[in-house]
């Protein structure tokens, strides 16, 4: 995971980053990811009872989420980052069996763009919920902030 998490750049720009990054090392470290893959199919098989099987994940998980979280700016909604992190992995994961399965890697890179444009617009719904949320809240407030001012006419 490589993100510069000086610059506040945006959960969306953090996470193409990471899809980016990903994908590059799907390409350039092939039989590395493909043992990674064999390695959790093994673990699942012969511990399916083991608790700590998902480790790697939940660590990995995090570790995004925090990346995210870091690479927040304003409008950003630092809730979002966990949710973020569990849909990056099951995309990479999708983009990476994809991988094994055409090794096509105009193929891996434009689907790779479609991952990141559809995070994208899935943040950038969510801040414009956010920014709508805020406006009526701000709305209220300011309606009830008139009706307190009105001057009471006394009988």
């Known amino acids: 995971l490589v993100a510069d998490q000086r610059a506040r750049v945006g ?4 996470a193409q980053s990471i899809i980016e990054t990903a994908i590059e090392r799907f390409v350039s470290k092939r039989n590395w990811t493909l043992c990674n893959f064999e390695l959790e199919f093994w673990a699942q098989r012969h511990r399916p009872d083991d608790t700590d099987a998902g480790a790697s994940y939940r660590r990995y ?4 989420a925090q990346i995210l979280r870091s690479s927040a700016r ?50 950038a719904a969510h ?4 920014r709508q949320e805020v406006a009526s809240v701000t ?6 902030s008139a009706k ?8």
Request: glycine share 6%.
């Open 139 to 144: 709305m209220r407030a300011d309606e009830a």
């Open 74 to 123: 304003r409008g950003d909604d630092l809730e979002l980052a966990e949710p973020l992190s569990g849909l990056i992995a099951v995309l990479l994961d999708g983009l990476a069996f994809q991988w094994f399965v055409y090794s096509d890697k105009d193929r891996l890179a434009a689907d790779g763009r479609r991952a990141t444009q559809m995070l994208e617009r899935y943040i």
């Open 11 to 14: 959960m969306a720009a953090a």
């Open 61 to 64: 998980n995090e570790r995004v």
């Open 148 to 155: 307190r001012s009105v001057p009471r006419q006394r009988s």
């Open 127 to 130: 801040r414009a919920a956010a």
